[in-house]
């Protein structure tokens, strides 16, 4: 004889298979990650280990090394000389992330709020400098700058091989990476609440630093990161635009392995250079946390 359900069991029912189907999870053999980790260790870890044991080696003539536990190069980082060059790239860096953020978050805020027809068309002019060289644009915008072009003649602006032209150089062709991020933010933005919260009586201004930016600062804060990471290792830009009179820790480190045949000297700044990106990218990875905690 069936015995017959309660009311209050039928409706729990339902309920209680969504809950089986939120938890269930799908499992997957761990060995699908292998090809990855193979990737990571070959081109990563690998080339990572090389690099420390050169840092640990002692130099014996031109390009004679002896392989132990010598930290006499991490000394040698920290004097005045290339403290100096350092806080140089780190201060350029900012300055051009700097840059990029106020050229380019209203781009982007504007691509994606008031344009419809033309929206796919201005997202492919950001995209398009990526399908020429690197070093083509900054030889491009070398003639642009150049004393003698018509910038320099029509508006008396002389900057080449000066910081100038370096910053210049950073924001143009760093620029689309900090636009496409924030561009997706805004992409999936609800445009109905700034309007419910100028109907309430904020301040347009107010509107945009309580929910536009907070609600866009994921996206904000990642093209900030693609932007500032790069410039701080970039050795093309100071190397053509500043002349070799603005020097990077990127330049210097290439004259260590190219030049001076420095490897131990050249691989220690490297490591520090890396050590110092750490600390962003440790701060990205708290915030990233955070914010997913919250979302949560």
Request: no cysteine; hydrophobic share 50%; glycine share 8%.
């Given at each position: 004889?069936?015995?017959?359900?309660?009311?209050?069991?039928?409706?729990?029912?339902?309920?209680?298979?969504?809950?089986?189907?939120?938890?269930?999870?799908?499992?997957?053999?761990?060995?699908?990650?292998?090809?990855?980790?193979?990737?990571?260790?070959?081109?990563?870890?690998?080339?990572?280990?090389?690099?420390?044991?050169?840092?640990?080696?002692?130099?014996?003539?031109?390009?004679?090394?002896?392989?132990?536990?010598?930290?006499?190069?991490?000394?040698?980082?920290?004097?005045?000389?290339?403290?100096?060059?350092?806080?140089?790239?780190?201060?350029?860096?900012?300055?051009?992330?700097?840059?990029?953020?106020?050229?380019?978050?209203?781009?982007?805020?504007?691509?994606?709020?008031?344009?419809?027809?033309?929206?796919?068309?201005?997202?492919?002019?950001?995209?398009?400098?990526?399908?020429?060289?690197?070093?083509?644009?900054?030889?491009?915008?070398?003639?642009?700058?150049?004393?003698?072009?018509?910038?320099?003649?029509?508006?008396?602006?002389?900057?080449?091989?000066?910081?100038?032209?370096?910053?210049?150089?950073?924001?143009?062709?760093?620029?689309?990476?900090?636009?496409?991020?924030?561009?997706?933010?805004?992409?999936?933005?609800?445009?109905?609440?700034?309007?419910?919260?100028?109907?309430?009586?904020?301040?347009?201004?107010?509107?945009?630093?309580?929910?536009?930016?907070?609600?866009?600062?994921?996206?904000?804060?990642?093209?900030?990161?693609?932007?500032?990471?790069?410039?701080?290792?970039?050795?093309?830009?100071?190397?053509?635009?500043?002349?070799?009179?603005?020097?990077?820790?990127?330049?210097?480190?290439?004259?260590?392995?190219?030049?001076?045949q420095n490897q131990p000297f050249g691989s220690a700044?490297?490591?520090?250079?890396?050590?110092?990106?750490?600390?962003?990218?440790?701060?990205?990875?708290?915030?990233?946390?955070?914010?997913?905690?919250?979302?949560?």
């Amino acid at each position: 004889m069936a015995v017959a359900q309660k009311p209050s069991e039928v409706a729990a029912a339902p309920a209680a298979a969504t809950r089986r189907r939120r938890s269930f999870k799908p499992r997957y053999p761990p060995w699908l990650t292998s090809p990855s980790l193979l990737y990571y260790a070959i081109f990563f870890l690998g080339p990572m280990a090389i690099l420390v044991a050169f840092s640990l080696a002692t130099q014996q003539g031109f390009g004679s090394l002896s392989y132990g536990f010598n930290f006499s190069q991490y000394s040698q980082v920290l004097s005045p000389l290339y403290v100096t060059v350092f806080e140089r790239t780190l201060v350029m860096a900012s300055a051009g992330t700097v840059m990029a953020i106020v050229v380019g978050y209203p781009i982007a805020y504007w691509m994606a709020r008031y344009l419809t027809t033309y929206k796919m068309l201005a997202l492919l002019l950001i995209v398009v400098p990526f399908w020429t060289s690197f070093l083509i644009r900054t030889y491009a915008l070398k003639i642009i700058l150049d004393p003698n072009g018509y910038l320099a003649h029509w508006f008396g602006l002389n900057i080449l091989y000066h910081g100038g032209a370096v910053a210049v150089g950073l924001v143009y062709n760093y620029l689309p990476l900090f636009i496409l991020p924030v561009f997706a933010s805004l992409e999936r933005m609800d445009w109905t609440l700034i309007e419910a919260a100028t109907d309430l009586g904020a301040h347009p201004f107010t509107a945009f630093r309580q929910i536009t930016l907070r609600l866009t600062l994921p996206g904000f804060v990642t093209g900030a990161l693609l932007v500032f990471i790069p410039m701080t290792g970039e050795y093309i830009i100071p190397n053509i635009l500043g002349g070799g009179n603005f020097e990077f820790v990127g330049n210097v480190i290439g004259e260590q392995f190219s030049e001076a045949q420095n490897q131990p000297f050249g691989s220690a700044l490297s490591i520090a250079l890396m050590a110092a990106l750490s600390v962003f990218v440790v701060i990205y990875i708290l915030f990233a946390t955070k914010e997913e905690q919250f979302g949560a």
